[in-house]
């Protein structure tokens, strides 16, 4: 039996939209930034809201999650050991097996055709691995 949500529940985008709202600083422009740049690389990209509030992309299989921090927009691929990762990305999580992160911080400038490309190629491996 499925239980339908509440009427007045928030789809998980509607959630994320209201995280980035409450954000109001760099961190919310960053976190829009970077999701735009997802959602742009996998149009078929599901969003998702877990943990109590961290925002998590899937297509195939998780592709990352984006958790703010004071000083950080941290961005976890959950495969991310699997990944190229020919410019440079990857700053944050490399001693792990699995994942990989990207530390983003105030003013720090995003390789966007690098980081669509790292996205395309998560949602690629997490087909090819179905």
């Given amino acids: 039996m499925t239980t339908d949500p509440p009427p007045n529940a928030k789809t998980p985008s509607q959630l ?3 995280r980035i709202a ?3 600083d760099w961190r ?20 998702d809201w877990k943990w109590r509030g961290v925002p998590v ?10 958790e703010t921090y004071r000083s950080t927009v941290k961005l976890t691929f959950a495969k991310g050991a699997a990944l190229a990762d020919p410019s440079g990305l990857f700053n944050a999580s490399l001693e792990g097996n ?7 911080h105030e003013g720090d400038a995003i390789n966007e055709a690098a980081l669509v490309a790292l996205a395309q190629a998560a949602a690629a491996l997490n087909s090819a691995g179905r």
């Fill in 57 to 66: 992309w899937y297509q195939g299989g998780m592709i990352c999650t984006g």
């Fill in 16 to 18: 994320i939209d209201a």
């Fill in 98 to 104: 699995t994942r990989r992160a990207i530390d983003l």
């Fill in 22 to 24: 409450e954000l109001g």
């Fill in 28 to 47: 919310g422009d960053m976190l829009a930034r970077v999701r735009a740049l997802i959602r742009r690389a996998c149009p078929d990209v599901v969003e």
